[in-house]
Nanobody, 123 residues
Framework: QVQLVESGGGLVQAGGSLRLSCAASGRSFSAYHMGWFRQAPGKEREFVAS????????YYADSVKGRFTISRDNAKNTVLLQINSLKPEDTAVYYC????????????????WGQGTQVTVSS
C-alpha cells in the first residue's frame, strides 16, 4: 500500500509560480513511477507529468511543456511539481499518482491516487 498526500496548492495570479509536493508513505516508494494529473471543473482528469522510479525518464503533457517540471527525491519519499508561468487554464485540482507500471500510470489508471490539491489561477 502507498498513501499519497499532496500539498502546495493555492490561489495565484497568472504568470506566477507554485510548487506542489506529494509525500508518499508505505513501502518501496522508489519502486514506483510517479505522476501528476489534474481535473478542471466540468472536465475529465488529464495527465500532466510523470517521472520514472529512477528519475531518468520524464513525460509532460504538451500543454505544460516548458512550464512544469517534475522531480522526485526517493530518500524523502517525495515527488514535486514546479509550476511556472501559470495560466488561468491551469486552474484545477492536481492529483499525485503512483504505479509500478509506467504505462498504467500514464494512461490514467494508476494503483494509487492522492486526495488532490486545488490550484486556482486568477487572470
Amino acid at each position: 500500500q502507498v498513501q499519497l498526500v499532496e500539498s502546495g496548492g493555492g490561489l495565484v495570479q497568472a504568470g506566477g509560480s507554485l510548487r506542489l509536493s506529494c509525500a508518499a508513505s508505505g513501502r518501496s516508494f522508489s519502486a514506483y513511477h510517479m505522476g501528476w494529473f489534474r481535473q478542471a471543473p466540468g472536465k475529465e482528469r488529464e495527465f500532466v507529468a510523470s517521472i520514472s522510479w529512477n528519475s531518468i525518464t520524464t513525460y509532460y503533457a504538451d500543454s505544460v511543456k516548458g512550464r512544469f517540471t517534475i522531480s522526485r527525491d526517493n530518500a524523502k519519499n517525495t515527488v514535486l511539481l514546479q509550476i511556472n508561468s501559470l495560466k488561468p487554464e491551469d486552474t484545477a485540482v492536481y492529483y499525485c499518482a503512483a504505479d509500478r507500471s509506467e504505462s498504467q500510470l500514464r494512461v490514467g489508471v494508476p494503483s494509487y491516487w492522492g486526495q488532490g490539491t486545488q490550484v486556482t489561477v486568477s487572470s
